[in-house]
């Protein structure tokens, strides 16, 4: 197969940004089995060793994701200042503080404060930057490329989390923490440094392998396209979004947390390690699969039939009491809640663009905060209380909730693709016919000598009156060869 020169020329020098997703997807893997997906490990922990209950125990979790989202908020300004890679650099040194303090709770308030510490440090190097970075890169092809990094949250649930369960369980969280939180650093700063760069402009590139920028003609880079952050965040669009989406990964989040400790009440440890392996793999099948419907299927209804899947998974989940009811549930649940999570930055790009999406995404995965922190503490208390069955119940019908809200969003305006109006001042080179009504311009003729200057007057087109007196060969004139012999040009 012949391939243009162009075209291969292209694909060598966006090598560049593959190694850059492989590091995006490394780090993904590494953030979200020590912390996002083990954070239901650590609550059963916490209620075993440390004789916490499940609804305290839950709002520790609720502590740790509303510090992140908080965290993540702030991100977004941080990495439009400085490299991205110092900044999760520093949020890999907090993050491996606060695991290892993990170990050293004995009390509800040091349980709060290490979660705190634990996830600002998630927060500086979770979605907020990875994701930025990958908008960065890619363009065309953007739901591909979230879809390929992102999946490394699921493999991390898949591969560490269980990891760290077993471990737990065999021994103690105060005997793995430390070990744990050694493992997290070198893991995290060894991608960092080795395979991510902050944008393809700091390697002389272009999103999607384009050539770089030539300003040798002294031509500016133009700035990056995309609403600004402060149009964006008032739109309707974004408000109903942000708020369907707190609703709906609430809900999600909620079950996930709790899906190791309702899984081994019902069925054992082995089970609830299995189930918790299976919701991440099937995550990851459903997420590549999502990520290539969302070059076809507008992601609106996309996201509407995920959410509608999410509820049926949970609602499942609720009900089930054998092996095999739960890993339909798991399934089900799985095959929506790698795709919403992927979908929401997705969304925020295709609307508003790359200009401000850090801030964008930050101000939105801090809204989303608030329902992932409220969701495993609304179970937890539900659990307490009365049972999984309510609690499941109960998120299952705040998802409802969520796609109501999210539905009356409508679809996003792109307002920052469409051309800017022409100014009423402008006013392009025409000949003498067609201006309608006489008034005083410029009169250019061809018979002035090269290089020639004559002065003449200029109107400035709004009262009549003279402004100024300019040199004939400072006004940029372009005319046709079969113009006729005088000009008008009016003022811009």
């Not at 490299?83 to 303090?101: I, N, P």
């Not at 384009?210 to 408000?239: C, L, N, Q, V, Y």
């Not at 503490?377 to 307490?384: P, R, Y």
Request: glycine residues 12%; hydrophobic residues 50%; charged residues 10%.
């Amino acid at each position: 197969m012949n391939v243009p020169v162009a075209t291969a020329e292209r694909s060598q020098r966006f090598v560049r940004g593959w190694v850059v997703l492989t590091g995006v997807f490394l780090i993904m893997t590494i953030t979200s089995g020590f912390a996002f997906y083990s954070q239901g490990v650590f609550l059963k922990a916490l209620v075993d060793e440390q004789g916490f209950s499940t609804g305290m125990a839950g709002a520790g979790t609720g502590v740790f994701f509303g510090a992140s989202g908080l965290c993540g908020y702030y991100t977004g300004g941080l990495i439009n200042r400085f490299d991205v890679r110092w900044v999760m650099t520093f949020g890999t040194v907090v993050s491996t503080v606060g695991l290892a303090l993990l170990g050293q709770v004995r009390s509800e308030w040091q349980m709060f404060a290490v979660m705190i510490i634990f996830g600002a440090g998630f927060g500086l190097t979770g979605l907020v930057p990875t994701t930025t970075v990958v908008t960065r890169w890619f363009q065309n092809r953007r739901s591909v490329a979230l879809a390929i990094a992102s999946t490394g949250l699921s493999l991390g649930g898949a591969l560490i989390a269980p990891q760290i369960g077993r471990l737990i369980n065999a021994d103690s969280l105060v005997r793995w923490a430390f070990p744990f939180a050694v493992m997290f650093f070198v893991s995290v700063l060894l991608s960092t440094w080795l395979l991510v760069k902050a944008s393809p402009q700091s390697v002389g590139l272009e999103a999607d392998g384009a050539a770089p920028h030539d300003d040798s003609d002294g031509t500016p880079r133009p700035p990056p396209m995309g609403t600004p952050f402060a149009e964006a965040i008032r739109s309707r669009f974004f408000i109903l979004l942000s708020i369907g989406f707190v609703l709906v990964m609430g809900s999600q989040v909620g079950a996930i947390q709790h899906m190791y400790k309702l899984t081994s009440d019902r069925l054992g440890i082995a089970a609830a390690g299995s189930a918790l392996a299976v919701l991440a793999i099937t995550s990851i099948v459903a997420r590549l699969c999502g990520g290539l419907a969302a070059v076809k299927v507008p992601l609106r209804y996309l996201a509407m039939i995920l959410i509608g899947v999410q509820v049926c998974g949970l609602c499942i989940l609720a009900v089930a009491d054998s092996g095999l009811e739960i890993l339909i549930g798991v399934i089900v649940l799985g095959s929506a809640m790698g795709n919403l999570l992927m979908l929401h930055p997705l969304i925020l790009a295709d609307a508003f663009g790359v200009r401000d999406y850090s801030r964008i995404y930050g101000l939105g995965s801090l809204l989303m905060i608030t329902g992932v922190g409220t969701g495993p503490f609304l179970v937890g208390v539900l659990h307490d209380l009365y049972d999984y069955r309510t609690g499941f119940f109960a998120i299952a019908a705040i998802a409802i909730v969520g796609l109501a809200v999210y539905s009356f969003g409508g679809a996003p305006a792109r307002d920052y693709l469409k051309p800017p109006p022409e100014s009423q001042w402008a006013a392009p080179v025409r000949p003498l016919a067609a201006q309608p009504t006489p008034t005083p311009v410029l009169a250019v003729t061809r018979e002035i000598p090269k290089g020639v200057s004559q002065t003449v007057p200029v109107d400035n087109g709004v009262n009549g009156n003279v402004d100024e007196m300019v040199e004939l060969d400072q006004i940029e004139q372009i005319r046709d060869r079969t113009a006729p012999a005088v000009w008008v040009v009016e003022s811009a």
